[in-house]
Nanobody, 125 residues
Framework: QVQLVESGGGLVQAGGSLRLSCAAS????????MGWFRQAPGKEREFVAA????????YYADSVKGRFTISRDNAKNTVYLQMSSLKPEDTAVYFC??????????????????WGQGTQVTVSS
């Protein structure tokens, strides 16, 4: 049974930084791409960032490019999202997902096989 557990969310002032973690278990972590999505109140879940199985390829939404960095440690079965220069519009619940799909589909919610429970990020102005 695959489990994804996010942590690291919290309240931060605009301009600050947070690092989210997502610990995975249940299948061979290094075989799967991982992604981060977020969902703000009243809005649909949206793509934030994704990383391929090896960590050699990363993908970002335009809204976070240059501010967020996704990385993974296959030895620790964990994917990270380093968030810097945070803005109030980054406020959302952040979810990690795991997918067996091709990298061509990493921006698509339906491509993901499993999701974590989410962690709240709140950025105050």
């Amino acid at each position: 049974q695959v489990q994804l557990v996010e942590s690291g969310g919290g309240l931060v002032q605009a301009g600050g930084s947070l690092r989210l973690s997502c610990a995975a278990s249940g299948r061979t972590f290094s075989s799967y791409a991982m992604g981060w999505f977020r969902q703000a109140p009243g809005k649909e879940r949206e793509f934030v960032a994704a990383i391929n199985w090896s960590g050699g390829s990363t993908y970002y939404a335009d809204s976070v490019k240059g501010r967020f960095t996704i990385s993974r440690d296959n030895a620790k079965n964990t994917v990270y999202l380093q968030m810097s220069s945070l803005k109030p519009e980054d406020t959302a619940v952040y979810f990690c997902g795991q997918t067996s799909s091709s990298v061509y589909y990493l921006r698509m919610i339906d491509a993901y096989d499993y999701w974590g429970q989410g962690t709240q990020v709140t950025v105050s102005s």
